[in-house]
């Protein structure tokens, strides 16, 4: 018997794809027909489950679905190539609109240091449609978990791609609350390090802020650069390595202008509001502005030091925390609108400014779901670099 989740999960995939009119073929490897058993497990499947192929051998993947010798010679079969050829395969091979492979290692044998016990990587392929795919790390915890959570993981799969639920693009981190306290804690002793170490430099050194691009570099650049290092660290140490499993995905045109545009929009609402809250609350400043307007005159030092914590930085180490990783684990618990609005509260506090705090809770937001829709965490950080190189302009345009 299949586990409850993995039934209501099936049960989905075949509704949304019966909605649409769709129907479906799997590729499996690893998981020797699971996938197809899921779903035909359920009444009624036969008219959306078209046929289900398993591929256990490298000369069955060949013969059956096509996948070229010399791709499972040069990658081998564990490995996004073979992933993504299985599932154009099956497509080719049957009359579905949407094909799911599988191919990884399940243990207990079998793994390497290059590919590990719990590695898996799934495609899905449309016959109108990209193929898409994902590199998973289950990591070693018994053969049968390993392919239930495959399974469970193409039938999410085959649910984004008639849009039956919107998933968030980090798929390859499956943290739990205590992972994340360690990542959030471990940024907050980061932080409280070195910016005692800032200050213990910047008294040392007799360096205040009129001293503009060095006191920058010491209490706003060092600072950033060590949380980057260690939430970009710390989260990929989780993926294995690959960025892209926390949703750093490429990036076509589209969304990069999208997500510059999307910048400039959040600027224009945010500046407004910051406005209005700076006149009811009389705060005029935040760290930039305040170190800009204590330097009798703006150099460039100061500007690129700026650029690059506030531009580059700032940007990188932020959305990597809050979206990538914390809005991540709060979506799949309490779905998209909670979960921007928590991940926001806490994103905006961390800035301790009150005449900013509800421009960038509403930004925030913006920026998360910016992310939902593109399924690329590379659009918010453009969004956030654009919105923050606006204000840096403005800023510097008010004080000169």
């Not at 769709?22 to 959306?48: H, K, M, N, Q, Y």
């Not at 045109?253 to 999307?262: E, M, P, R, T, Y």
């Not at 500046?271 to 009811?280: E, G, K």
Request: with cysteine; charged share 15%; glycine share 10%.
């Amino acid at each position: 018997m299949l586990p409850v989740e993995l039934r209501r999960l099936s049960a989905e995939v075949l509704a949304a794809f019966r909605q649409r009119g769709w129907r479906l073929a799997t590729a499996e490897s690893c998981t020797g027909g699971l996938i197809a058993g899921a779903l035909t497990e359920i009444a009624g499947s036969s008219d959306v489950f078209e046929r289900g192929f398993v591929t256990y051998s490298n000369e069955a993947k060949q013969q059956v679905l096509g996948v070229p010798q010399a791709m499972l010679l040069a990658h081998g079969a564990v490995s996004e190539s073979s992933a993504r050829a299985m599932a154009e395969g099956a497509i080719a091979h049957s009359r579905a609109d949407v094909a799911v492979a599988v191919t990884g290692v399940a243990g207990p044998g079998g793994g390497s240091a290059e590919k590990p016990v719990g590695l898996v990587h799934l495609a899905t392929a449309q016959r109108h449609g990209p193929t898409l795919h994902r590199r998973m790390n289950y990591g070693d915890r018994g053969r049968e978990r390993i392919r239930l959570a495959t399974v469970e993981t193409a039938l999410e799969m085959l649910l984004d791609c008639v849009g039956g639920r919107r998933q968030h693009p980090e798929v390859g981190l499956r943290l739990s609350g205590t992972q994340v306290a360690i990542l959030f804690l471990g940024a907050l002793g980061v932080m409280l390090a070195s910016g005692i170490l800032a200050f213990l430099v910047a008294r040392l050194n007799g360096i205040t802020m009129a001293d503009g691009a060095a006191f920058l570099s010491v209490v706003a650049l060092l600072p950033s650069l060590a949380l980057l290092i260690w939430i970009y660290g710390w989260s990929a140490a989780r993926s294995t390595g690959h960025g892209r499993l926390l949703g750093l995905g490429r990036l076509n045109l589209k969304w990069a202008l999208a997500g510059i545009l999307a910048g400039i929009a959040g600027a224009g609402a945010s500046w407004l509001i910051v406005v209005v809250t700076q006149i009811w609350l009389g705060v005029p400043f935040n760290l930039f502005t305040a170190v800009l307007a204590a330097n009798e005159r703006i150099s460039l030092g100061l500007v690129l030091v700026a650029l690059l914590v506030g531009v580059l930085l700032a940007p990188l180490w932020e959305e990597i925390a809050f979206r990538g990783v914390l809005y991540g684990w709060l979506r799949n618990r309490y779905g998209v609108g909670a979960s921007a609005a928590l991940t926001a509260l806490a994103h905006s506090l961390l800035h301790f400014d009150p005449a900013v705090i509800p421009a960038l809770f509403l930004v925030f937001i913006w920026f998360a779901l910016l992310l939902e829709w593109s399924r690329n965490l590379w659009v918010p950080i453009l969004a956030h670099a654009t919105n923050n190189a606006l204000a840096l302009i403005y800023a510097v345009w008010l004080l000169d």
